[in-house]
């Protein structure tokens, strides 16, 4: 379902810095609103349908993974026809600035979220964070967050040792501990790779009665950019904020997996580290069957020259 303007969302790769944030700021004036909200954030509402989608976003993330330099919630726009608040920031933040503060309370206060039927709240690493903790302006949200942490509060998570220059940075005023803001939610869904430890300690103080908590093993640090470039990420969040997010669907999904190279390769460094030289054989002997994959024919060539010397 669109909404019938094929233009959206309009391409704003080939603009320099500063004329590519006035047509962020001027897509939001034409067709909702544009608010800055400090130095270090700003709102952007596009309004369509009666599905909204909150998405916390961070301005370079954007600039790298977008082919139009353009929010992700702006994909949902043109795809579903939702409604989308992206929420923007400049660099690493957390979203954790009393001007981020203030915005969510008078959307609060202002009934914002009631104008609509579904609200997701999505977001990925600190957007994550900001995902989870913002959601209890929007009570009976859907949540999906990717790897997020629950707070940097080094009383909480000292053994973060990963973003030392937050520590001075409070997590324990409005908005603060994640885990607690998705008390509200009607549903929150918590996607990270069991490998990468420090995520799945963050992870598991996420383990609340409204929550469910996925392992997507071998698919890395940088889960975001691995699901955009599967192209899994809408369906996943479709399937939120349908309630139809469960083990199977999400399983359904990830076969995609079995085609994406970088996943393979984690998988097989792993089978070589754990020495199990057969599934290492079983693994590679199963991808070149489907693609062209030299490193996998490679490595098959060894593990059958060592069964030959056997």
Known sequence: MTNGT?????????????????GLRRIGQDEGFAEPLGKSHAGLFVERG????????????IDRQSPTRTPFGFEMVARNDWSSLSVLSHGNTWFRDP?????????????????????????????????????????GARVLILQPQATLDPRVTEWDDRFAEMRRTSFTD???????????????????????????????LFNRRNVERFRLP?????????????????GILEAAAEDRLDTARLARLMRARRNHPP????????????????????????????????????????????????
């Open 6 to 22: 094929d233009s959206f969302p309009p391409d704003l790769s080939g603009l320099s810095r500063a004329d590519w944030l006035k």
């Open 50 to 61: 009666d599905t909204l989608l909150v998405s916390f976003e961070n301005m370079a993330e």
């Open 99 to 139: 001007m981020v503060y203030g915005f969510f309370d008078q959307m609060l206060d202002d009934g914002f979220f009631d104008d609509f039927e579904r609200v997701i709240f999505y977001g990925a690493g600190s957007c994550g964070y900001a995902a989870a903790a913002y959601s209890v302006a929007a009570p």
């Open 174 to 204: 409005r908005y603060g501990f994640a885990p607690d803001m998705l008390d509200a939610a009607h549903r929150a869904y918590v996607l990270y790779d069991p490998r990468e430890r420090l995520d799945a300690m963050h992870s598991a």
């Open 218 to 234: 071998f698919m890395g640090q940088a889960l975001q950019d691995e699901l955009l470039m599967l192209d899994l990420l809408p």
């Open 263 to 310: 996943y393979l390769r984690r998988l097989l460094a792993q089978t070589d580290a754990d020495n199990r030289v057969g599934l290492s054989r079983m693994l590679c002997r199963n991808v070149v069957s489907r693609m062209n994959a030299p490193r996998f024919r490679r490595r098959l060539a060894q593990l059958e020259a060592l069964d030959d010397r056997s």
